[in-house]
């Protein structure tokens, strides 16, 4: 299994940007499928972003869909998350995670990481 530690979570006016980074640790991290969930006070876990192994095939939920990138770097083991256009909706604690296979649900996800606070003011 991986270790995951997020960063890059912060205060930020609507209309700003943050980029989230996921650093981890363990073996095989370029085997994995990554994912960026959310959640936000008295709300479930809700599903953010994710791309397969190598990178690529990157999903998105409808509500960050043109606004939110995510990427993977495996010679650096990271992941990211650039968020720009931030709303107040966008407000919530950010969870990397990650999976062997590929999927938005957090119940398929074995690993995740602490997560990092993102506000977004009006």
């Known amino acids: 299994q991986l270790q995951l530690v997020e960063s890059g979570g912060g205060l930020v006016q609507a209309g700003g940007s943050l980029r989230l980074s996921c650093a981890a640790s363990g073996r095989d991290f370029s085997a994995y499928s990554m994912g960026w969930f959310r959640q936000a006070p008295g709300k479930e876990r809700e599903f953010v972003a994710a791309?397969?192994?190598?990178?690529?095939?990157?999903m998105y939920a409808e509500y960050v869909k043109g606004r939110f990138t995510c990427s993977k770097d495996n010679a650096k083991k990271q992941l990211y998350l650039q968020m720009n256009g931030l709303r107040p909706e966008d407000t919530a604690v950010y969870y990397c995670?990650?999976?062997?296979?590929?999927?938005?649900?957090?119940?398929?996800?074995?690993?995740w990481g602490q997560g990092t606070q993102v506000t977004v003011s009006s």
């Open positions: 791309v397969d192994w190598n990178g690529g095939n990157p």
């Open positions: 995670a990650s999976v062997h296979g590929f999927g938005g649900q957090p119940k398929q996800y074995g690993s």
